[in-house]
C-alpha cells in the first residue's frame, strides 16, 4: 500500500498523525540533511504500524516535504 506524507523535520517531538486512510503528517527531529530525516520518518511509520522499518520503502519525495512511502501488505484503518 502507497502511503502520502506531509513530513516535518527539525520538529521538537516526534509524532505521526493520521488524516485519513492513506495521508499522514510525521514530525521527527532529524534536519533535512544527509537522508537523515528520510531515515527518521521511515522509522516513525514502521512504530507506528508496528513493522519493521526495513519494510517501509521510500518512493518519491526524497528532497520534498510530500513524499510518498510504500509499505507491502499493509491495511490501514482510517483514525
Known amino acids: 500500500m502507497k502511503i502520502f506524507v506531509r513530513a516535518k523535520p527539525n520538529a521538537k517531538n516526534e509524532r ?3 488524516a485519513d486512510k492513506t495521508h499522514f503528517k510525521v514530525l521527527v527531529k532529524e534536519p533535512p540533511k544527509e ?7 521511515a ?7 508496528g513493522i519493521a522499518s526495513s519494510r ?3 518512493v518519491s519525495g526524497f528532497a520534498s516535504r510530500q ?3 510504500e509499505i507491502p501488505g499493509l491495511s490501514i484503518r482510517a483514525n
Open 67 to 69: 513524499k510518498i512511502f
Open 16 to 18: 505521526v498523525e493520521q
Open 43 to 49: 522509522r516513525a511509520l514502521a512504530r507506528h504500524f
Open 56 to 58: 517501509v520503502k521510500l
Open 35 to 41: 537522508d537523515r530525516a528520510n531515515n527518521a520518518i
